[in-house]
Structure formats: structure tokens, C-alpha cells
């Protein structure tokens, strides 16, 4: 089993790892609490929680089976040697189970607040079915070998399956409606973050052992860092750049009690003042 060679590279990588959990942790938050002042999820892409349900769960089996598993632990060994360290760290699974819970939270929050006329896709229900199954199938080739590996393999290639497809419908939402409001943007510059630190933890490790296996070895950790990154820059240009001013966004059982649009266009707020 590897150890750190540099105590102080071992301190920043623990120091970026819990900065990238904090970071992805809290970005959850801005559009929970966004939904519950608004009561309303009119903005929010009910195919990209969905998507992103699966991708979390997914990369949740992955992160606590080769934690905790000393024999997928061992199988790692004999695949990448043993002078490697397991790519996995207590952060990573600390995410991945808040990541869940939170994402949970969304998806209850589509089913008890005001939707308008969203729905989810049937192409997005027929994906997430199809990766189930899936993932069940490849469990019951892998029980007689007892190849644990492999199949928490499959788990990670699924999450970074998803991680490239779930931003796809809120941007594409973004793009028809010309607008990114009930989208929270605090959530994208909290993932953007996470997605840089985590990325840097990865080569501080890789700087330390003197080799990048860990890269390759935890593929999916790598492309998750990345993907996450190059979709957030498409957010942030999407909502300072693309579409700046926020439109009114007025639900009908906010037009039924008479009260005030949370969210007001730049223009209305301009002729308030005045």
C-alpha cells in the first residue's frame, strides 16, 4: 500500500479534497432554497434532477464499494499495483451521500411545488430504466466470478455517462426560454469550484506518487472534474453573457393571492426606483 512522500502535498490534497466537498455540498443548496422561496420549480429542468439523481446514486456505489471494500480494495492492487493508492477518498464518499440526499430533496420538491406545464421527458425515463437495467444485468454476470471490481467499474462508467448527458436539457432550456431564471446560478459557481479543486487534487496526488495512474485508474473522477467545469462555464456565459437581465417571472397562484413576482426584470426594477 502507497504512502504520501511529501507531508505538505499530502496536506493539500486534503485541504483541496474537503475544499471540492464543501464547494459540491453547498452548491446543492442555492436552488433548494431558490424553489422554496419561489414555490414554484418553473425554470428548473425536471430531466437534468432526474439525470443527476442516477448519476450521484451511481457514483455513490462506486465510492463507498472501493472505500470500504477490502477485496475490491485488493482487486485494485492486482489490476494497477501495489505501490498505488486507492483514488477514492473519505471526501469523495462524504459527497457522494449528501449529494444523493440532496438531489432527493430537489426531485420531492418537483413533485410538491408549482411545475406549470414541465414534465419529465420520456426519452429521460427510458435512459435512467435502461442504466438500471443495465447495472443489474452486469451484477449478476459479475456474482459467480465474484469480479467486484468490474462492476463497480460499470457504476463509475454509468456516472460519468450521466455527468456528460444531465447538464444537456437545462442548457438546452436555458437556450429556448433565452432566459436562466429559476436556474440558480450560485450552484454552478459552487460546482465550478468543486470541479477545479477536485481536478487539482487528483495531480497533487499524482505529483507526490511520481505517476498518473490515478488519472486512468479513477476515469470516472477525472472526466466528472472536467465535464463539470467546461458545462458550468456554458452556464455562467448563459447567464451573464447570453441572457443578463432577469425576466418577470409571475406564478398564477401568485397572481390569485396578489402578491409580488420574486423575480423582476431589470427594467421593472429601474421604473420602481424612479
Not at 438500471?132 to 459479475?142: E, N, T
Not at 446560478?185 to 511520481?210: A, E, H, K, P
Request: one cysteine or more.
Amino acid at each position: 500500500m502507497a504512502s504520501w512522500n511529501s507531508i505538505p502535498l499530502e496536506i493539500t490534497y486534503q485541504v483541496l479534497g474537503w475544499t471540492a466537498f464543501l464547494s459540491w455540498s453547498i452548491s446543492f443548496y442555492p436552488q433548494v432554497i431558490l424553489n422554496f422561496r419561489r414555490k414554484s420549480v418553473v425554470g428548473l429542468n425536471f430531466d437534468f434532477v432526474l439525470l443527476n439523481l442516477t448519476k450521484h446514486s451511481s457514483y455513490l456505489i462506486y465510492n463507498s464499494a472501493l472505500y470500504f471494500s477490502s477485496a475490491i480494495q485488493q482487486q485494485y492492487y492486482e489490476k494497477y499495483g501495489y505501490g498505488e493508492m486507492i483514488p477514492v477518498a473519505a471526501n469523495d464518499v462524504a459527497f457522494s451521500i449528501h449529494a444523493v440526499l440532496l438531489t432527493a430533496i430537489t426531485l420531492f420538491q418537483i413533485v410538491i411545488y408549482e411545475r406549470g406545464s414541465q414534465k419529465l421527458s420520456k426519452l429521460t425515463i427510458a435512459i435512467v430504466a435502461a442504466v438500471w437495467l443495465f447495472a443489474g444485468v452486469c451484477f449478476f454476470i459479475a456474482l459467480p466470478s465474484h469480479s467486484w471490481l468490474w462492476l463497480i467499474s460499470i457504476f463509475n462508467s454509468i456516472q460519468v455517462f450521466m455527468t456528460v448527458i444531465k447538464y444537456i436539457p437545462q442548457v438546452f432550456m436555458n437556450f429556448t426560454r433565452k432566459s436562466t431564471d429559476g436556474f440558480s446560478i450560485g450552484n454552478i459557481l459552487l460546482d465550478f469550484l468543486g470541479g477545479v479543486t477536485n481536478y487539482s487534487q487528483m495531480v497533487v496526488q499524482s505529483i507526490d506518487q511520481g505517476s498518473w495512474v490515478n488519472f486512468y485508474g479513477n476515469i470516472g473522477k477525472t472526466l466528472l472534474s472536467l465535464v463539470s467545469i467546461f458545462f458550468d462555464i456554458i452556464f455562467i456565459c448563459q447567464h451573464y453573457v447570453l441572457y443578463p437581465d432577469k425576466k418577470v417571472q409571475v406564478s398564477p397562484k401568485l397572481m390569485e393571492e396578489g402578491r409580488e413576482p420574486l423575480v423582476k426584470s431589470s427594467d421593472q426594477a429601474e421604473s420602481e426606483k424612479a
